[in-house]
């Protein structure tokens, strides 16, 4: 996930306007993406290390002020530059690897995780999420070769309904492979 954690800092940075705290981007990443949300103290360390973040002491706020080094990066540059920080990026690889055999845009990650999790903050397991997709291609090719084609070619699909479709048939699969219950869980 450190991937999807840089990319998530950078939109918090953009839309603070600012470098952000910790807790700043744990709120902000609860309302994106919540099942990402307690990776953050994890991560930003991780980026740091990798001297992908600056993190500064900021006295006023008594808290370190994060914010991603420039020129910022893309989810797909991260894939390629740090393949091993794709691969810690369990969701990021196994959304991106089952739909398009390659990294695609982390935000397309996003919605289908979000579709996939019901917006919870519980994460589902990531064979869970390989199943959903699986179904999703099994059961609707039409829409998926759209998707694949559009995001290889376009980076992502040019039409926004398609998006919508898409994110409806997978929240159905999700509602019918768990029941209305709860989600199957990582261990």
Known sequence: MPIMIYRLLVEAVEAYGRP???RELVGYVRKRIPMCADHVPDHLPVLYRYGLVERKLDLEKKAYVW???????????????Y???FLESLYYHAVS???AGKPIPLDLVIEFLYEISGGEEKRPSVIFVKKVLKK??????DLYNKFVEEVLEKGRPSDPELLDVIRKAVREIREEMTGG???PTRT
């Open 20 to 22: 952000v705290t910790t």
């Open 67 to 81: 914010e991603p080094k420039k020129p910022y990066k893309s989810a797909e540059e991260l894939a390629q530059e």
């Open 83 to 85: 393949p091993e920080l």
């Open 97 to 99: 690897d089952e739909l």
């Open 136 to 141: 999703f291609k099994e059961r609707r090719p």
């Open 181 to 183: 219950a709860g989600l």
